[in-house]
């Protein structure tokens, strides 16, 4: 069972959470309003995913992330903000948080970024993936190039599901849009992942720009 610890200083939106995720087959271990009080409920029980967000009073999320990626690295964060701003975004990421997903997300949109992030693979909201991938773009305006040998060896479909990545969409959106599983998704990633050599989805995406 996989135990969660809510982090928000939206009452109702932590108690909604605790629900959604239990009737999920999740132990919700417990529930913090701000930093402060999500380190000390960690000191104190174990944890599997930390659901954060970002703007709360006291500790805030992005100095919550950093002290639990000192104190427990192996404990999964994923943001769950509104917010999705320059600074928040490359501050959380490159802080050690697993996935940043905004509130609007939906239900299936959190439970899933749960598990891919319990199955070791990041997650980013389409949003969020589209701001961050401009953002290297602008700081690095020249660029690397794109690795033409390594895209030349992809199939016309796996060039048309890197064309998706790009584009920010999830793995079932491709699905979804391509009439395939998302297993057959996560497949074709795979190929592109060992064919190109770069195995961080963001990564990809700002070498496919390129």
């Not at 950093?66 to 490159?94: C, E, W």
């Not at 790009?166 to 491709?174: M, T």
């Not at 599983?181 to 963001?202: C, Q």
Request: proline content about 1%; glycine content about 12%; overall charge negative.
């Amino acid at each position: 069972m996989i135990k969660v610890l809510l982090v928000d200083d939206e009452t109702m939106l932590l108690d909604s959470l605790e629900i959604i995720l239990s009737m999920n087959g999740m132990e919700i271990v417990g529930k913090a309003h701000d930093g402060n009080e999500a380190l000390r409920i960690l000191s104190g029980v174990s944890c599997d995913i930390a659901l954060v967000d970002l703007n709360m009073k006291g500790m805030g999320g992005i100095e919550l992330i950093g002290h639990m990626k000192q104190q427990y690295p192996g404990t999964r964060i994923l943001v769950l903000t509104t917010f999705y701003d320059d600074g928040n975004i490359t501050d959380a990421i490159s802080g050690g948080a697993d996935g940043y997903l905004l509130k609007d997300s939906g239900k299936d949109a959190i439970l899933g970024a749960i598990g891919q992030i319990m199955g070791g693979v990041s997650v980013l909201d389409p949003k969020v993936m589209q701001r961050l991938t401009t953002l290297v773009v602008q700081k690095h305006p020249a660029g690397a190039k794109k690795d033409e040998a390594a895209y030349g060896e992809l199939t016309e479909r796996e060039k048309e599901i890197a064309a998706l990545l790009v584009e920010g969409l999830s793995n079932r959106q491709i699905a979804d849009r391509l009439y395939i599983s998302e297993g057959t998704v996560k497949n074709y990633i795979s190929a592109i992942y060992d064919k190109t050599g770069i195995h961080d989805r963001v990564k990809l995406v700002v070498a496919l720009k390129g």
